[in-house]
C-alpha cells in the first residue's frame, strides 16, 4: 500500500512539470515565429543599405526558409534521442549567438546571412519541438487545445512580426531586430526549470539524407537565381543520389515507397507549385507598395494587418468548411481566390493602395482556407503510422517551395524584360514590372490548379 502511494507521489509532480512547461514552449513558439516573420519584410531596406539587388538581398530569406524546414525534420529525428530540455537549450543559444553575430557584423551581407542562418537554425527548435512535445507529453484529450493554440500563435505571430519589422526598420534601424531576438534567453531559466530531464534514449538521426535534401533544395535555388546549367546538372545529381539512397537504406529519414505513392506524390507536387506563390507575394508586396506609392515600412506593415486578421479567422473556421464542403471544393476555391487576389493588384496596379489592401486579404485567407484540405488529403493517402513522417516531409516541402517563391521572384524584379508592360497597362517602368509579376504568378497559380484536377480531382470526382 505504502509503495502505490509513492509511485502515486511520484507521477503527480512529473505530470505537474510537463503542464507546467506548455506555457513556457509555447511563449518560445510565438517568440521565434515573431522573429523570423520580422525579418521577412525589412528587405527593402536591406538591400538600400548594402546597395543589392533584390535577387541578393532575397539570399537572407530563402536560406532561412530552407533552415526552418530542414531543421524541423532534424529536430524531430533528434526528439527521440535526446531530451526537450537540452534540445530547447540548444536552440535558445544558437538563436542568441547568431543574433549577436548579426548586429556585431551589420556591414556584411555575407557575415549577416551567415548570422541568419545559425540564428534560424535555432528559432526552427522552438517551431518544430513544442508540437512534438505536446502529442508526447500531454493526455489525448487535451491536445487538441495547446495544438489549436500553436495554430493560433502562427496567425499571430505573422501579425506582430510584420508590425515589430516595419517599426524597428522605420524608427530605429533594422539591425536592433538582432538585438530583440535577444529576449528568448529569458525563457531559458523557465524551460531549465519547468522541462524534464529525460534519459537519452538510443536514435538513428538522417544525416546523409538531410544533406542530400538540403543539396536538391540549394542547387534548384541557385539555378533559378542564376539560371546557370551547372546549378542544374547538381539538382538532377542530387535527386538521383537521394532516391537512390532512400531506396536502398531502410534507416533513410523518408522511405521510397512515399515516392512509389501516386497520389501523395501529386498532392506534394501540388502544394509545392502553389506554396512557391505564397511568400513570392509577400515578398513582393514592400517592394511594391514602397516604389510604386512611396511608403515607409512601418505604414506597409499596418497595411498587412487586414489580411493577417482575415487568415486567423478562415483558418479557424476551415475545417468546418472543409467537412461541409469537401477538400476537392475547398481546394479548388482556394486556389481561384488566390487567382482573383493577383490580378486585382496586376490590373490595378496604380489606381489605390486600398486594391493591394483587398488583394492582400484574399490572399491571405485563401492559403489559410486551403492548408488544411490539402494537408488532410496527403495524409490520406497513406498508411496511419507512417503520418508523422508525411507531415514532416509536407512541412519541408513548403518550406523549399516558399524559399524557392522568393527567388524567383526576386530574380524577375532584376530582369531588364519585366520592366514593359506585357498588356501595355501602364507606361510606367516599376509599375510594369511589378504588374507583369502579378501575372506571371496568376499563371503559376493557374497551372497549380490544373495540375491539381489532372491528378487528384478528377480521380477523387471518379
Not at 489580411?307 to 472543409?322: C, D, E, N, R, W
Request: charged share 10%; glycine share 6%.
Amino acid at each position: 500500500m505504502s509503495t502505490t502511494t509513492a509511485d502515486v507521489c511520484m507521477k503527480k509532480p512529473q505530470e505537474y512539470n510537463f503542464k507546467k512547461a506548455v506555457p513556457i514552449t509555447l511563449l518560445l513558439f510565438l517568440l521565434c515565429l515573431i522573429i523570423d516573420n520580422s525579418f521577412k519584410i525589412v528587405s527593402v531596406d536591406m538591400a538600400k543599405d548594402f546597395n543589392i539587388s533584390a535577387t541578393t538581398v532575397s539570399w537572407q530569406a530563402t536560406l532561412a526558409g530552407l533552415v526552418i524546414g530542414i531543421g524541423a525534420v532534424v529536430y524531430a529525428a533528434l526528439a527521440d534521442s535526446i531530451s526537450f530540455r537540452k534540445l530547447f537549450t540548444a536552440g535558445i543559444i544558437l538563436i542568441c549567438v547568431g543574433s549577436v553575430m548579426g548586429y556585431v557584423f551589420q556591414h556584411s551581407f555575407l557575415l549577416v546571412v551567415i548570422s541568419r542562418l545559425i540564428q534560424t537554425a535555432g528559432l526552427a527548435s522552438a517551431e518544430t519541438l513544442y508540437v512534438i512535445f505536446v502529442t508526447k507529453h500531454l493526455p489525448a484529450n487535451e491536445q487538441k487545445k495547446f495544438l489549436g493554440l500553436s495554430t493560433s500563435s502562427f496567425a499571430l505571430s505573422q501579425l506582430i512580426g510584420a508590425l515589430t519589422g516595419g517599426y524597428i526598420s522605420t524608427y530605429f534601424h533594422w539591425t536592433m531586430l538582432f538585438l530583440v531576438s535577444l529576449v528568448t534567453l529569458l525563457t531559458l531559466p523557465f524551460i531549465l526549470k519547468y522541462l524534464p530531464k529525460e534519459e537519452a534514449k538510443n536514435s538513428h538521426v538522417d544525416v546523409l539524407g538531410l544533406f542530400l535534401v538540403g543539396t536538391i533544395s540549394a542547387s534548384l535555388l541557385l539555378y533559378i537565381t542564376d539560371f546557370n546549367w551547372m546549378y542544374l546538372l547538381l539538382f538532377i545529381v542530387a535527386i538521383t543520389l537521394f532516391l537512390t539512397y532512400i531506396s536502398k537504406n531502410s534507416k533513410a529519414f523518408i522511405g521510397i515507397s512515399f515516392f512509389k505513392n501516386k497520389q501523395f506524390i501529386s498532392l506534394l507536387g501540388v502544394a509545392f507549385v502553389i506554396y512557391s506563390v505564397q511568400l513570392a507575394y509577400i515578398f513582393l508586396f514592400p517592394f511594391l507598395l514602397e516604389k510604386i506609392y512611396g511608403l515607409k515600412l512601418d505604414t506597409i506593415s499596418l497595411l498587412l494587418i487586414p489580411g493577417y486578421i482575415g487568415a486567423t479567422l478562415v483558418g479557424a473556421l476551415s475545417g468546418k468548411f472543409a467537412k461541409f464542403l469537401g477538400s476537392k471544393q475547398c481546394i479548388t476555391i482556394a486556389m481561384s481566390c488566390i487567382v482573383v487576389s493577383l490580378l486585382l493588384g496586376a490590373f490595378f496596379i496604380q489606381t489605390s493602395i486600398v486594391v493591394f489592401v483587398i488583394s492582400m486579404v484574399l490572399f491571405s485567407s485563401s492559403f489559410a482556407f486551403m492548408y488544411a484540405p490539402i494537408l488532410d488529403s496527403c495524409i490520406r493517402t497513406i498508411e496511419k503510422e507512417k503520418a508523422g513522417t508525411a507531415v514532416g516531409f509536407f512541412n519541408l516541402t513548403l518550406n523549399v517551395a516558399m524559399s524557392i517563391g522568393i527567388a524567383y521572384t526576386a530574380a524577375m524584379m532584376d530582369h531588364s524584360a519585366m520592366r514593359r508592360s506585357f498588356l501595355g497597362i501602364t507606361s510606367n517602368s516599376d509599375a510594369s514590372m511589378f504588374s507583369n509579376i502579378l501575372f506571371i504568378l496568376v499563371f503559376i497559380t493557374l497551372f497549380s490548379l490544373s495540375l491539381y484536377w489532372v491528378l487528384v480531382g478528377r480521380k477523387t470526382t471518379k
